[in-house]
């Protein structure tokens, strides 16, 4: 599913595919590159080629234009994870599967990994509801551990839903610190089986 090449709904208003093209790009740009409270309107109108009327006619505030840019790139992941975690009954494979494919689309897409968890401001993430998102995928998980002996089976579907988000916050910041010069795959790769003894049992004294 490319969300590019299909317009993209703004609240009650429809962005056509036409304007999408050239704005949006131009967005994750300055969105990547520039403090979120210093971006402005204006620039980012003169960069696309577009009047400002003709941006207001789809955005009232940039607030409405990076949060319409994330969750764009919010629905591609989600499909993405939905596609490549089919199937697989092993619990630590399928928390590390759904993970891997986000920093697998973040190393494609790094600008979005920029706008989405080191610029967008947290009130933003609060009003788009993301710490409120479906648990369905949460909630196979949680199955999937309680089902394997091995694991703690007291552990919620909450905590496993906090602990994907302190990984996504964790290696993304770690990407970002590092100089972005390497990939968020590999930088998850090497942690992961040390995220994943949270859900061991504990050892009996």
């Known amino acids: 599913m490319n969300t590019m090449e299909t317009d993209v709904k703004n609240s009650e208003v429809t ?6 093209s050239r704005l949006f790009p131009v967005m994750e740009i300055v969105f990547s590159e520039t403090d979120f409270n210093k971006v ?4 980012i ?13 789809y955005f009232d505030s940039k607030e409405d234009m990076i949060v319409a840019l994330t969750e764009e790139h919010l629905n591609e992941i989600e499909f993405r994870v939905h596609e490549y975690s089919r199937g697989i009954g092993n619990a630590k494979e399928l928390f590390r599967r759904r993970l891997w494919v986000i920093f697998d689309y973040y190393d494609e897409h790094p600008r979005t990994a ?4 080191i610029m967008l401001p947290v009130y933003k993430w609060v009003e788009m509801n993301y710490y409120q998102l479906p648990e369905k995928g949460f909630a196979e998980l949680c199955e999937a551990i309680k089902s394997d002996e091995t694991l703690d089976n007291s552990i919620d579907v909450h905590i496993i839903k906090d602990m994907g988000y302190m990984i996504l916050n964790r290696v993304v910041q770690l990407w970002y610190y590092k100089g972005k010069n390497s990939k968020m795959t590999a930088i998850f790769d090497e942690k992961f089986d ?3 003894k949270v859900f061991l049992k504990s050892e009996k004294v």
């Open 40 to 43: 402005r309107i204006t620039d």
């Open 45 to 57: 109108a003169k960069m696309a080629g577009m009047s400002l009327a003709t941006v207001y006619r």
């Open 15 to 20: 962005i056509p595919l036409k304007i999408k």
């Open 114 to 117: 920029v706008i989405c968890l």
């Open 194 to 196: 040390y995220f994943w």
